[in-house]
């Protein structure tokens, strides 16, 4: 028969100034382990008679209880202590000079939208936002497409169920109140309409970003990138538009040779309305941008529409219409980048394969500037 008492009382005492993790786990495993002279105390209790085992049971249970407890308050105190130690021992040298060759990389979409930034930037324009997850009054209604508009139709709009601004359509908020259906917006124009709303005329900015339409084939994904560009001063016309589109390509693509098309089109939000043609031809299987389209060995491809904003839409944005006139484009991200860079599958942009990244993606360090090169590759 073991004395219940003193032995507890040894392990108790070897639990206290137990100094690691393992020696702890000694400790336990002599106790508490399957052959754990706790455990082999328990067993004897079967073959006691029934008096025997009321007197000896306590003893033993509160032994494996104390221990229990020592043990596992031991071992919170080793790890803290264990953490304690690393965070001590684990110092950054923040001045250190960066050698690791660097991991990950900037898209190719980011890096576009930087260069975009910095040349509207040395032209006047200011970079403007919105939200992803508009109504369809910026999105449609403001832009001259009322609720009957073919063209709504045609967007191939995500509709969110059920829900205005406020809380859904039934609740007390939306009486009264226009109700509006809750969308991803389908272009970056809904942002005219806020920036003009929010600062009034004269503007110069563009909007880069993501939109969504439920389309999806090899040169559509559900969502892909547009930049949206607004000027609104007074006298303005379509040759400032040309113009302006001219210059920035000539210093997006790098090469003074661009020659753009403007083909009379169609959108309710401009009028007149053209689509942006830029020649180009092709070399060993490659888009490569510049030229006259009509040239012998050239054509012309789509890049975006544009248009001077019609006064409808200014009316909708509370800007004078009688005062003041300007020019909208919509330009597709995603497609220039693609003519840039030479990319040829849109699909890949957003399959996040590290490997495509790798080769395609930029450097951090590779900041777009116009004095050091916007489309320089490190
Ligand atoms: N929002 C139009 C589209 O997505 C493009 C556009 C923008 C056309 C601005 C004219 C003016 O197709």
New binding site residues.
């Given amino acids: 028969m073991i004395d219940i008492s003193s032995q507890t009382e040894a392990a108790l005492a070897a639990i206290a100034t137990a100094e690691t993790l393992d020696a702890l786990e000694a400790q336990r495993l002599d106790a508490l382990g399957k052959k754990g002279w706790v455990s082999l105390a328990l067993k004897t209790l079967g073959g006691m008679s029934p008096e025997e085992r009321t007197a000896a049971a306590p003893a033993i249970q509160s032994a494996r209880a104390s221990i229990a407890e020592a043990l596992d308050a031991k071992k919170a105190a080793l790890e803290a202590a264990a953490l304690e130690e690393q965070l001590a021992r684990e110092t950054v040298d923040l001045t250190l000079p960066a050698v690791a060759a660097p991991k990950g990389s900037v898209h190719p979409v980011s890096q576009v939208m930087d260069e975009l930034a910095e040349i509207f930037a040395d032209l006047g324009f200011a970079v403007a936002t919105g939200p992803e997850i508009e109504d369809d009054w910026h999105n449609f209604t403001a832009l001259n497409m009322d609720e009957t508009h073919p063209a709504r139709a045609m967007h191939d709009t995500f509709y969110f169920p059920d829900r205005t601004p406020g809380g859904p359509a039934s609740s007390s908020e939306a009486v009264g109140q226009q109700e509006r259906e809750i969308l991803l917006r389908?272009?970056?124009?809904p942002v005219?309409i806020r920036s003009m709303l929010a600062q009034g005329a004269p503007i110069r900015i563009i909007a880069p970003g993501r939109?969504y339409r439920s389309d999806s084939d090899a040169t559509h994904t559900p969502m892909f990138h547009?930049v949206?560009?607004l000027v609104i001063d007074r006298d303005i016309h379509l040759g400032h538009l040309k113009w302006t589109l001219e210059t920035f390509f000539k210093a997006f693509f790098e090469r003074e040779d661009i020659t753009l098309r403007l083909r009379p089109s169609y959108?309710p939000?401009?009028e007149p309305?053209v689509e942006v043609d830029v020649g180009y031809s092709t070399e060993g299987g490659r888009r490569v941008v510049g030229g006259h389209g009509d040239a012998p060995g050239h054509a012309w491809m789509e890049l975006?529409?544009?248009?001077m904003v019609n006064r409808r839409v200014l009316e909708f944005a509370g800007v004078d219409a009688d005062e003041y006139q300007g020019f909208?484009?919509?330009l597709g991200i995603d497609r220039i980048a693609m003519l840039k860079y030479g990319m040829n599958d849109l699909r890949a942009f957003f399959d996040g394969d590290p490997r495509w990244l790798a080769h395609y993606g930029f450097s951090p360090f590779d900041q777009p500037t116009l004095s050091a090169g916007v489309g320089a590759r490190a």
């Fill in positions: 389908t272009h970056t124009s005219q939109v547009q949206e560009g959108f939000f401009t309305s975006g529409g544009s248009g909208a484009f919509g």
